[in-house]
């Protein structure tokens, strides 16, 4: 299992940025994934998932609005839209996938996830 994720910089407040992950060895379309971050000496947080079939999307109340979560199967890939950025959306940003097929529920729990992407940093300058 690998995955990569890309996408982050640095943007001035009320900008926005595209994270993307391309995943590798599973079976992408059978798995939810989700995004999560980690800013300085914080702990990692949930910031948005998707579920496997893509019927359903959750997010953290701190980007609700602001970000979108999406998959495309073709492409193995998930993506994280991130529109009116704030400096305290500054974090090391991971894309993540659930440990077993179809696991749906608590998304928003990082004991859910098994396999991690190598983060990508977003900065988000005021």
């Known amino acids: 299992v690998q995955l990569q994720a890309f996408g982050g910089g640095l943007v001035q407040a009320g900008g926005f940025l595209r994270l993307s992950c391309v995943a590798s060895?599973?079976?992408?379309?059978?798995?939810?994934l989700g995004w999560f971050r980690q800013a300085p000496g914080k702990e990692r947080e949930f910031v948005a998932a998707?579920?496997?079939?893509?019927?359903?999307?959750y997010y953290a109340d701190s980007v609700n609005g602001r970000f979108t979560i999406s998959r495309d199967n073709a492409k193995n890939t998930v993506s994280l839209q991130m529109n009116s950025l704030k400096p305290e959306d500054t974090a090391v940003y991971y894309c993540?996938?659930?440990?077993?097929?179809?696991?749906?529920?608590?998304?928003?729990?990082?004991?859910?996830?098994?396999?991690w992407g190598q983060g990508t940093l977003v900065t988000v300058s005021s």
């Open positions: 060895g599973f079976t992408f379309s059978g798995y939810s």
């Open positions: 993540a996938r659930v440990a077993a097929l179809y696991v749906s529920s608590h998304l928003h729990d990082i004991s859910r996830y098994a396999y």
């Open positions: 998707i579920r496997w079939n893509g019927d359903n999307t």
